[in-house]
């Protein structure tokens, strides 16, 4: 590589020249930056949330284009489905539970249960015996409580809300904590895609998911005479290995899908002010009109658990519709304690917890073209006076920066740039080679030259185009020159980031 000079030729200034060598020569990449692990995507609320997921094992098949996680949850969201079935004491077939039926046992002789509400009351003022465990019964036993509690006068509710991009409305499994069809609840008409992966029309896709959280209804572990009489039903263990739930979370609760042509960050903020005037979340209670304008544009559809409309998807047109339909108090009462919105179990023969496992398609998926580019390259003057020439400025440009990027495109001539998947390790090295010269008669022409391979791989984590790994040195020269000008000893520095083969993408040229 040539350094670029002055007019007053190869002088250039032996300390200035050092002093920013050093500086320059181990600029290198933060690696920090590039090993983070998989982001949001792939991983649900934080544990204590409500119907929180926990990814098990991922998917990933090159040769038919499939991308799939499995997860496990030991907390579900009450679906319409199944929603008389649920409460403490119910019996649930363990074979219905893989394919999240939850399809109860009959045919037994039900025992009472011990039951307490989640207040902050003493235990004799929250806790019940059910006698014969039932919907109604259960809903009776709520009311009772409340009104005989310390708040029978009202309590505040507690929000959780979380939002995240989506592609594939199969991804919406993950709010719901089970492998209900979220393809058939949510799928919007004008979406295109297949059988199986129905996929947003639109140019982003936002899923949300809030929770109003009342309290919970527990049922304690049962003991003997208690649930279910074995002694008398003792073939139900052996046929259907059931569970019973074991706690119902009453509240409120929503899974809302939106599409939209905005990019993610713009629709992100709108939402999140719009469930601040809610009061949902924490945050500025005004939008933009550009904010009004941009959710009355987006394709809105809702499934409302304990609000007054019906119990199905709902379409929302504009903004005002969104506030009146998802508008609610922040408060519960024993005239409005909310509904089950949430529950879990455990197994019958051992009482240990049940977890459900599901898996989450995420469409179908095609390698990209990757390769490193080398953008916004500068080189920097450095000024001072000439050896053996005194009031002589000369400048010099010894070193030349870069941004590095690594590029996706899905075309091999690399004209037309694509969002790459977060999920792919991209395997690259960076090449450095230090040339040390000195050259007769100093030292017989000696050479000395250094390569040095760094090798990491790194993720595409914010689903761009590219990655920006930082600003490097990739060329320098250093020269060391007598009082007369001439060069005793030069330092060479050539830094290249090659990209490696690997899974999930095809290397293109750098440049």
């Known amino acids: 590589m040539k350094s670029i000079y002055s007019a007053v030729g190869l002088l250039v200034l032996c300390c200035l020249s050092n002093s920013c060598r050093k500086q320059e020569m181990d600029k290198l990449i933060d690696k920090s930056a590039a090993e983070q692990a998989l982001d949001e995507q792939k991983r649900s609320d934080p544990p204590n949330t409500i119907a929180y997921v926990n990814p098990i094992k991922e998917w990933i098949n090159w040769d038919v284009g499939s991308y799939a996680w499995d997860f496990e949850s030991n907390e579900h969201v009450v679906y319409s489905d199944y929603e008389d079935q649920i409460y403490p004491g119910a019996l649930i077939k363990g074979n219905s539970i893989a394919d999240f039926s939850f399809n109860p046992v009959v045919g037994y002789t039900p025992k009472p249960i011990k039951v307490s509400v989640s207040l902050p009351a003493p235990a004799s003022k929250v806790s019940a015996t059910i006698n014969s465990p039932s919907y109604s019964s259960m809903v009776q036993t709520v009311n009772n409580v409340l009104l005989n509690s310390p708040l029978a006068g009202g309590g505040f509710s507690k929000f959780n809300f979380n939002t995240k991009e989506f592609s594939y409305y199969d991804e919406l499994k993950e709010y719901f904590a089970s492998g209900v069809n979220t393809n058939a609840i949510f799928f919007n008409t004008s979406s295109t895609g297949t059988t199986n992966y129905r996929k947003i029309a639109k140019k982003t896709g936002l899923m949300a998911k809030f929770i109003q959280k009342n309290f919970t209804l527990d049922m304690d572990i049962p003991k003997a005479g208690e649930l279910i009489d074995l002694n008398v039903d003792q073939q139900i263990l052996t046929t259907y290995n059931p569970t019973y739930v074991s706690s119902v979370t009453y509240g409120r609760l929503g899974i809302i899908s939106v599409e939209s042509d905005a990019d993610f960050e713009q629709l992100n903020q709108a939402f999140k002010k719009a469930f601040g005037i809610l009061g949902i979340v924490n945050g500025t209670n005004t939008l933009t009109q550009d904010e009004i304008n941009l959710i009355n544009a987006a394709d809105i559809k809702v499934y409302l658990i304990g609000g007054e409309g019906a119990k199905a998807v709902q379409t929302i047109n504009g903004y005002q519709n969104f506030l009146q339909y998802m508008g609610g108090g922040q408060t519960f009462s024993p005239q409005a304690p909310g509904v089950p919105i949430a529950f879990s179990m455990r197994y019958l023969k051992d009482h240990s917890a049940c977890k459900a496992q599901f898996q989450i398609n995420y469409g179908p998926i095609s390698r990209t073209y990757a ?26 440009m010894p070193s030349t920066f870069s941004d590095i990027h690594l590029a996706f495109y899905q075309d091999a001539s690399c004209t037309m740039p694509v969002k790459a998947y977060n999920f792919v390790k991209y395997n690259y090295e960076v090449w450095t080679q230090t040339t040390q010269i000195v050259p007769n008669p100093f030292s017989e022409g000696w050479n000395g030259i250094t390569d040095r391979y760094e090798r990491s791989t790194i993720r595409n984590e914010l689903k761009g185009t590219s990655i920006f790994l930082g600003n490097a040195l990739i060329r320098s020269l250093d020269q060391r020159v007598s009082n007369q000008g001439v060069v005793t000893e030069s330092d060479k520095l050539t830094r290249e980031y090659r990209l490696l083969p690997g899974e999930g993408y095809i290397v293109a040229p750098t440049r």
């Open 371 to 396: 390769r490193f580019e080398y953008r916004n390259q500068t080189s920097p003057i450095y000024w001072g006076n000439a050896p053996g020439q005194p009031g002589v400025i000369v400048g010099t």
